[in-house]
């Protein structure tokens, strides 16, 4: 029995959803509304007590952390292998695996719950509000609640994740320059990650991430775009947050 719970095809939980599909994987979909703070509820801190999504339950093991869990699904499963064979190609998928969870990833959180978890919740109670984030077990997540909520992020830590987004662009378009996938020369979770964290960059950093400037970055979005199982997995999002990943579409 394998049951994902997780939200949106999108960041964190966009990655074992893409992992799954590509391994033409089934599983027991657990959709948790964030904006709803259902990850908070008892009944799911009882799998996963941090309150953080995505968790995947296989028989009796909790799997958390989106990028492990990823390499436990390619591990676990039969389907094509995500993970390239040689020492080399695998550890530069790890390097950007990294790169991607411990740099990109915080900034482009940040920028994204600024723009739209903080103004897609902040007009209800402001009572109820602030006793949600109470409740929300890690001291981080409930930090980055209180700012995305109350307008607090500071003009300072946003310019400077504007810049490590900017930093990550340069970086991931000279890296695609060079090679066809993130591993190299085969797709691989590296991609999965990459993809979850970068699909919609051409919509949220327009002015640095668009044909013109960074035409491998596009083309590496819309070739994973046109996997079928990339297909699939987007087609599961409920919220203009998924539907974002349209604008990939060839003109
Ligand atoms: N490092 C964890 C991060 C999990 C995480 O923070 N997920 C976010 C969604 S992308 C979350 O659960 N946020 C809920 C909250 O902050 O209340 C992973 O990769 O799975």
Redesign the pocket.
């Known amino acids: 029995m394998l049951t994902l719970y997780h ?1 949106e095809p999108n ?3 966009g990655k074992p959803m893409l992992a799954l599909a590509e391994k033409g994987v089934e599983y027991e979909s657990r959709y948790l509304d ?1 904006l709803n703070f259902d ?2 509820q008892p009944e799911y801190l009882r799998i996963n007590p941090d ?4 968790a995947l339950v296989h028989g009796d093991r909790v799997l ?4 492990p869990m990823m390499e436990y699904i390619d591990e676990q499963f039969d389907g094509p292998a995500l993970r390239p064979k040689d020492a080399a190609s695998r550890w530069r998928m790890r390097w950007w695996m990294r790169f991607f ?1 411990a740099y990109l990833a915080p900034s482009l959180s940040m920028i994204g719950w600024s723009v739209f978890v903080g103004p897609a919740v902040r007009q209800r109670d402001q009572k109820e509000l602030a006793a949600a984030i109470e409740r ?1 077990p890690l001291p981080s ?1 409930r930090v ?2 209180r700012k995305a909520v109350f307008n607090e992020f500071t003009a300072d830590e946003l310019e400077e994740s504007r810049r490590r987004v900017m930093f990550g662009i340069d970086v991931l378009e000279a890296h695609l320059t060079a090679h066809p996938w993130i591993a190299g020369e085969s797709y691989s979770l590296g991609d999965i990650n990459g993809f979850n964290l970068g699909y919609a960059l051409p919509l949220s950093q327009p002015q640095h991430c668009n044909d013109a400037l960074t035409p491998r970055i596009m083309e590496w979005l819309r070739r994973i775009y046109e996997r079928p199982a990339a297909r699939q997995t987007w087609a599961k999002g409920r919220t203009q947050l998924a539907s974002r990943i349209g604008m990939l579409e060839r003109r």
């Open positions: 939200w960041a964190n939980s964030l990850q908070h309150g953080t999504i995505p958390t952390e989106s990028t969870d929300i997540r980055a609640w």
